[in-house]
């Protein structure tokens, strides 16, 4: 394929062509070090036999650090493996891509061959045989006349992705219960516990400026069937119980003296809200930063959460505990498409 | 005495000066135990508690008060403990160097000495907090297991689950722990210095706060994939394998297609 003798150029290339660019051809030939100089040439030789050798190297040396350094248990034995074992990989492919690499740029012959491109279009008998051929097979089948096979033919053909597509919507749950959504393991008179220690938390002993991680009573690998459960629940019921100084807090309710307690999921896409500021009673979100106020009934001030974080009420019990009045007003976390507001 | 002297061989002279004897003993003993231990803690304490208001006076008191009452920019340290006094001193961080959005860690500007006897004065103003003791911060008795679990839920949002830190709001942030000393992350912890809440003794007991140290400890080793980038996550990761990982393929592909000299 390779021609300076047969320039055939495009009609259409050529009417496109702005007037007075001349096709400047090819840059004259230089000849390398290599083509001229025999010396030149065996060094070239030598440094892709030298690759190639390297990258023997490294074959081998990934075999010896295999015995030699295995990973054991300590962090430092794991690093000395990792790495002799990356630096083997590491010279035993970049060896033989650098020396094949170099071999054809520096032994192999550099001669600059052109390759026109052929039109796309194909000729207009070719075109119109193929038209033809279509509208023959079409006759022959008689799609038009036999309506029954059409029916059938499209009837199949919409089922299609149905043995496809609902297993693979199956297991993504295979649930479509969205009421669980709406409620958490939050009832009247459920203990607050700390996570992840599980021991009640009496009101007195939350000191101004205190954050505690919080889950509720029951949430406990004992009293759950199963793991799956516990995770789905703690989810859901995760709780931030913040205690401020009392003439700070906006207002009042659901709280107790001070101690207020909001679901740690954020209302945006429904990462744990956790980054709490002592002086300035902000909670933020670590994944896209949005700032709920902890004075202010946990409102949004800034970021991407459109909605306040759900309030847990809570007071306490006759033994000093805390205690939830209630689940959620709420259902917590990000919007879906079957909650009303 | 001459009574007593006459009933000196009644059969029950024994117990009766048996339990005269064991009176005295536990009297004097009682005495001289309270005494010791009385004597011992006054002292020490009034002398350093003396020594740190000198040095609060000269120190301290242009921000926080002359009694430590607190002023416009810098809070009463009445009541902090000594906990408080321990870490902001010990780490730097007070005297603070300048009005910024947050105290930052520097070499701290008072010895060790000055640093307890500073605590004594702030902790004699009101009950907080107290020093721990070397025994409760020795990260080779703590569980690290289980130190893990609650740093990844009380900590890690803003330190970062590898400890080396992150940001907050407007200029402040958390600071990397991993170099911290056992006795500053345990003070922390006690007294919420800053931004950071207070992690009380009913929040995290003092052995799990022994835990959480442990912990931190056991993460000097290093990460056992190598190169850890800082730790600072994605925006670490990201910049090297655009700059390095990409900039590589690019000078592949430039090497590849220029001509051999």
Redesign the interface.
């Known amino acids: 394929m390779s021609t300076n003798d047969t320039p055939r150029h495009d009609e259409l290339v050529v009417t496109h062509a702005p007037e007075g660019v001349v096709d400047p051809g090819l840059p004259p030939h230089?000849p390398?070090?290599?083509d001229t100089d025999p010396k030149a040439s065996k060094r070239?030789e030598r440094i892709v036999a030298a690759l190639f050798g390297l990258s023997v190297l490294g074959s081998i040396g990934v075999v010896v650090a295999y015995f030699a350094f295995p990973p054991g248990e300590?962090?430092?034995s794991?690093?000395q493996s990792?790495?002799f074992l990356?630096l083997g990989l590491a010279f035993c492919f970049a060896g033989i891509g650098f020396g094949a690499?170099h071999w054809a740029?520096?032994i192999m012959n550099?001669h600059e061959k052109v390759e026109e491109r052929h039109p796309q279009r194909s000729s207009d008998e070719d075109r119109a045989a193929a038209v033809e051929v279509l509208k023959e097979g079409a006759a022959d089948s008689g799609i038009a006349r036999r309506s029954a096979l059409k029916g059938g033919l499209i009837t199949a053909l919409a089922l299609l992705p149905l043995p496809v597509a609902l297993p693979l919507i199956g297991n993504v749950g295979a649930d479509w219960d969205v009421s669980k959504f709406r409620h958490t393991m939050w009832r009247r008179g459920t203990r607050l516990m700390?996570?992840?220690?599980y021991r009640p938390?009496?009101a007195a002993?939350?000191?101004?400026?205190?954050?505690?991680?919080v889950i509720p009573e029951g949430l406990h690998h004992d009293e759950l069937e199963s793991d799956q459960s516990f995770m789905d629940e703690k989810a859901k019921a995760v709780v931030l119980l913040?205690r401020l100084d009392e003439r700070d807090l906006k207002h009042t309710e659901g709280s107790y003296h001070g101690i207020v307690a909001f679901s740690k999921i954020c209302t945006h896409v429904g990462c744990?809200v956790?980054?709490?500021?002592?002086?300035?009673h902000?909670l933020?979100c670590?994944c896209h930063q949005s700032?709920f106020d902890v004075a202010d009934g946990a409102k949004v001030v800034f970021g991407p959460a459109k909605r306040a974080l759900p309030q847990l009420p809570i007071t306490v019990d006759d033994e000093g505990y805390l205690i939830a009045t209630d689940d959620f007003s709420e259902p917590i976390g990000p919007s879906f498409w079957e909650r009303v507001k | 005495m001459k009574a007593i002297a006459a009933r000196r061989h009644h059969r029950q002279a024994p117990v009766v000066l048996l339990v005269l004897a064991l009176l005295v003993m536990g009297g004097v003993y009682a005495a001289f135990a309270t005494t010791s231990a009385d004597a011992t803690v006054v002292t020490q304490s009034d002398d350093d508690v003396e020594a740190g208001r000198k040095l609060f006076a000269a120190n301290c008191a242009s921000c926080h008060g002359l009694n430590a009452e607190g002023r416009q920019n810098a809070p009463s340290l009445v009541g902090v403990g000594a906990a408080s006094v321990y870490f902001q001193v010990s780490t730097g961080r007070m005297p603070m160097q300048a009005d910024a959005p947050q105290a930052e860690a520097k070499p701290p500007q008072f010895g060790e000495e000055a640093t307890r006897q500073l605590a004594a004065y702030v902790a004699s103003l009101g009950a907080g907090p107290a020093i721990p003791t070397e025994d409760q911060v020795d990260p080779a008795k703590g569980d690290p297991a289980s130190g893990m679990a609650l740093f990844r839920t009380n900590c890690s949002m803003c330190h970062a689950a590898s400890g080396a830190g992150g940001a907050l709001t407007q200029g402040k942030y958390a600071p990397s722990v991993l170099n911290t000393d056992p006795a500053a992350i345990y003070t922390a912890m006690a007294t919420g210095p800053q931004s950071m809440p207070v992690f009380n003794d009913m929040t995290l007991t003092p052995e799990e706060k022994r835990d959480i140290i442990a912990f931190i400890d056991a993460q000097k080793e290093g990460a056992p994939g190598g190169l850890d980038l800082g730790q600072i996550g994605p925006v670490g990761e990201g910049m090297w394998a655009f700059i390095v990982g990409m900039g590589l393929l690019i000078a592949c592909a430039v090497w590849i297609g220029a001509k051999s000299s």
Do not use: F, W
Request: net charge negative; proline share 7%; hydrophobic share 30%.
């Open positions: 230089q390398r070090l290599g070239s300590s962090v430092s794991i690093q990792n790495m990356g690499v740029k520096s550099d700390t996570d992840p220690t938390i009496r002993d939350v000191t101004i400026g205190s954050v505690v991680h913040v744990p956790a980054l709490y500021e002592q002086q300035t902000h933020l670590p700032t």
